[in-house]
């Protein structure tokens, strides 16, 4: 049986394991259409701007270790856009299929619920990732479109999926 977790906001200190996280995926994994990892300063720079906008940004945490992380962010610039996020969330790989993914997804959907949010998009890169559309199907979310071809990495045309879930 997998140890328990916990959940708790993001903490500045938290970043070098969720670049650690997150450059997993970039470095072996479609999810993601960036080609370098970014570091720990980067991280802390993009969590910045999401504390800045006063949008959740929440960890789990399993053995004091962080093991996973979800936000969402302002889906476009626009202002029309402003009642509408995007949601991004990773696990590290030895935390996968714990329960860690949908109850941070589901702590943030209901905290974007609670600030006035209406529709939260998810763009998953690569349309073969099916944990993450499974994920986000269990989560609520509905298949939109597909948009193929749009990313090149690892010498490979990918497809992005797009899924939605209205709060």
Request: proline share 6%; hydrophobic share 45%; with cysteine.
């Given at each position: 049986?997998?140890?328990?977790?916990?959940?708790?906001?993001?903490?500045?200190?938290?970043?070098p394991?969720?670049?650690?996280?997150?450059?997993?995926?970039?470095?072996?994994?479609?999810?993601?259409?960036?080609?370098?990892?970014?570091?720990?300063?980067?991280?802390?720079?993009?969590?910045?701007?999401?504390?800045?906008?006063?949008?959740?940004?929440?960890?789990?945490?399993?053995?004091q270790?962080?093991?996973?992380?979800?936000?969402?962010?302002?889906?476009?610039?626009?202002?029309a856009?402003?009642?509408?996020?995007?949601?991004?969330?990773?696990?590290?790989?030895?935390?996968?299929?714990?329960?860690?993914?949908?109850?941070?997804?589901?702590?943030?959907?209901?905290?974007c619920?609670?600030?006035?949010?209406?529709?939260?998009?998810?763009?998953?890169?690569?349309?073969?990732?099916?944990?993450?559309?499974?994920?986000?199907?269990?989560?609520?979310?509905?298949?939109?479109?597909?948009?193929?071809?749009?990313?090149?990495?690892?010498?490979?045309?990918l497809?992005?999926?797009?899924?939605?879930?209205?709060?």
């Open positions: 049986m997998p140890a328990a977790f916990t959940i708790r906001p993001v903490a500045l200190t938290d970043m394991a969720i670049a650690a996280i997150y450059g997993h995926y970039v470095l072996t994994h479609p999810a993601t259409f960036e080609i370098e990892p970014p570091d720990a300063a980067e991280m802390t720079a993009r969590m910045e701007k999401i504390a800045a906008a006063q949008l959740p940004y929440w960890v789990a945490e399993q053995n270790r962080v093991v996973g992380y979800c936000y969402v962010t302002p889906y476009r610039p626009r202002a856009y402003r009642h509408t996020v995007e949601n991004s969330v990773y696990v590290a790989v030895d935390a996968v299929a714990a329960g860690i993914g949908s109850t941070l997804l589901e702590k943030v959907m209901n905290e619920a609670r600030l006035g949010y209406r529709e939260v998009i998810a763009v998953i890169g690569d349309s073969a990732n099916e944990p993450s559309i499974r994920l986000h199907h269990k989560a609520g979310f509905v298949h939109t479109g597909t948009l193929r071809n749009v990313g090149n990495k690892f010498n490979r045309w497809d992005t999926v797009i899924m939605q879930k209205t709060l």
